[in-house]
């Protein structure tokens, strides 16, 4: 077995440190072993030692991963948040690296001054690491697309402590990176293409949802039409005996008029309630004050559908979900714009006929196994998953997130670059 060089900062259940570090965001954990590299260095020295145990595994960025695979109970965890630098490697063409343990509210209160913005997701706690391997669905994916859409290199520590670049030398890395990150190797920092982004206007919209769900159908027709500027996202919840869909809409750019006139088709229905469009900048959607350490504060079981877009039958599933005695938390997401630019095919992230994510949630005392039963009348309407808003991972979710080919090729990398399976080697939790 190797051993840890003494410079690694190491964090144990009998160190002071170790109860700010030893769970993520989800799930309360006690791993035996919490290594800190500061370097990719390190973590080849993190990942060599960890392979050579027969212990579980974790990866983590920022730990707000839902599935808590962060962290784990008697194994190692590799925690990449003294790796936080932001670097503007080149402002003409946008091109940024950021090291995976840096938070998305880091990231965009870094750029902001160089009048860029990385779209990320709509919480400045989620790390780099998990988000910009995964997808990365945010505040401004019609405009921008997903996150993994403008990765064009990483540096990857793979599971033998080997380090290597993923970029277009090396097709089938760069092409896991992006939506399946976690599956072939440690992410220590990423080369992204950053969005010129002066600033944002941002409005809420009420919108009175019928019996029918036609209001649904006829907001996701909107959206697809709009300008790609306009993005919107919101929660989907009962009213007295009523449903509203409210929704955050963020427009990128500083043409107040524009951001305006961008809604008036939405506006002039019936039953849509707004104020108007307020100048904003890009930091105070991911702010800083989205920063805190994760104490297992927030257990939940999340599980998605991504749709095409709504029609009545999928608006009155979604409905019948929301209704349901349960009480789920539901969250809806328009993208489509640029996320559809993207061919199935180049990413790990296939589903480029999305135009609307459902997610659903729910709180202690309810489960997984719950949830599955609350959300079953979505699945014949999904086009696939999102895999970072499942919270019990399984060959389902696996099969939902990775379809058909796109599956078969991260079984395939996975083995090549992971043979060991090491980092398959944290217990997932069960459905409860
Ligand atoms: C409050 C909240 C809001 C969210 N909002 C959005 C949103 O708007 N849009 C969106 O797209 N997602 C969103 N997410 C989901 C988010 O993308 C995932 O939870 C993501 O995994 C979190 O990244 P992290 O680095 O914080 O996770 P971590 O818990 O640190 O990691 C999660 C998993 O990712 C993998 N991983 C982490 N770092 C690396 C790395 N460096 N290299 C390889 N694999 C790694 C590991 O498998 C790890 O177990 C949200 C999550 C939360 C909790």
Redesign the pocket.
Known sequence: MKTLPDSLKTVTPADDGYRLLRS???THHSPAQILLPGSPTEVQHAMAYAAGTELPV??????????G??SNDGGIVVD?SRMDTVTVLDRPSGLVRVD?GARWAQVASALAPHGLAVS????G???????A??????WLVRQYGLTIDHVRAATVVLPSGELVRADEANPDLLWAVRGA??YV????DLDIEAMELPGIQVGQVVIEVDREGRALVEWSRFLQAAPRELTMSGVLATSGGGLVLVLTAVFAGTDARRAQAALVPLLARPRVHAGGMQAARYTDLVPAGHLHANLGQ?PSATTNALLAAFTADSAQALIELVRHPSGPFVQVRGIGGAAADIAPDATAFPHRDAEVLVTATLFPPRGARELAAVTRPLWPHAVGA?R??ESHPSEATFARAFPGATGERVHELAHRYDPGGV?QR?ALRGAR
């Open positions: 993520t965001y989800t974790s990866i983590r960025s920022g730990g707000h991963g839902l599935a695979t962060s990449l995976a990320s997701g709509d919480h706690g989620v790390g780099v690491g998990g988000l391997t995964a997808g990365g669905i945010g990150g976690s190797g440690v992410v220590t927030q999102y970072n808003f980092l944290v």
